[in-house]
């Protein structure tokens, strides 16, 4: 074999395990493509599995604080809370509250262009506030009525997890024998909501302490201010009897006057009613009725 031949030969091997080579790179590259799609593909899954689930948890339905918070309330729900039956109220009496749900104290009267004024401070993280609320809903709806209530859970790491209750962020409320002062303020995962004002910060101070309320108990939520003639400190009966529940629930569950929950919500609210008729002077008679008249002598 010639010398010219063997070189030919030598450059045609060269040739093909170049192209073999070549071939091997790109099947590489191919499969390389195939797995990196497939791990993006199964990420792509995951995230989009993790959003749905986080949608639909409680704290997701909260909204956002530059807006609206929590979920709006079917008719039927909002229609219970606020017309809880003049017979249930009678029966429940003061419930399964405890002594000291309204407590007197002393101060200039808190009036707002006339009226005598309420002012609560809460949070919506806080399960106190969130028993609580459905106490003061079903107080205040007798003197005035609420718009723009929402559905919230409180907070999912705290005692009483995913409480079911409403929020008053941004709520409005019309009476024409009261004003009601509502300030949320932080949101269900404690961000800034609303700011209390000096005045507000001054009846806490004054109020939300001793002697009004132990030292162990000072500074507690929710903190509500009945014109400066009564005090609520924290919540009036436990949150657990709400555990598990939903709105709807809750709702209905306040016109049977042996159920848990209302002999701790409507049992609260009769005692809120009876200092609300304290200030008003018994009047809209439909809300102070006698047996309401009757729970205002053990406001002391």
């Known amino acids: 074999m010639g010398k010219a031949t063997r070189i030919r030969q030598q450059n045609a091997r060269q040739k093909i395990a170049a192209q073999r080579e070549a071939e091997r790179r790109a099947e590489m590259r191919r499969r390389l493509f195939i797995t990196a799609g497939s791990v993006l593909a199964v990420i792509v899954i995951v995230v989009a599995f993790i959003v749905v689930k986080s949608l639909k948890s409680p704290t997701a339905q909260q909204g956002s604080a530059a807006g609206t918070t929590g979920t709006a309330l079917p008719a039927s ?3 219970d809370i606020t017309n809880v039956p003049a017979s249930t109220l009678a029966a429940v009496g003061k419930g399964s509250t405890g002594p000291r749900t309204v407590i007197p104290i002393t101060g200039t009267p808190l009036t707002s262009g006339g009226k005598p004024e309420v002012v ?12 609580e609320r459905w106490a003061m809903v079903v107080a205040l709806s007798k003197f005035g009525t609420f718009s723009g209530l929402r559905g919230i ?5 705290d005692t009483y997890p995913n409480t079911p209750t409403l929020t008053f962020y941004k709520s409005a409320y019309t009476s024409k024998y009261l004003v009601f002062t509502p300030v949320e303020t932080t949101t ?3 961000q800034t909501l609303q700011k209390t004002t000096a005045a507000q910060e001054a009846l806490l101070a004054k109020y939300d302490a001793p002697p009004y309320v132990s030292q162990a108990d000072a500074g ?9 003639k009564y005090l609520v400190s924290g919540a009036s009966y436990s949150p657990q009897v709400l555990a ?3 709105w709807s629930e809750v709702a209905s569950s306040l016109a049977d006057p042996k159920a848990p929950v209302s002999q701790g919500a409507v049992g609260a609210a009769n005692m809120m009613t009876a200092a ?10 439909s809300a102070c ?4 008249q009757k729970l205002e002598g053990q406001l002391r």
């Open 276 to 285: 609300l008729c304290k200030l008003t002077g018994n009047q809209p008679a």
């Open 244 to 246: 598990g529940k939903t």
């Open 120 to 131: 609560y401070i809460g949070a919506e993280y806080c399960p106190f506030c969130a028993a």
């Open 153 to 157: 859970h409180s907070s999912s790491t």
């Open 188 to 190: 269900v995962t404690k």
């Open 77 to 79: 729900v909002v229609n």
């Open 220 to 228: 507690a939520i929710p903190f509500v201010d009945f014109g400066n």
């Open 289 to 292: 009725t006698p047996a309401i």
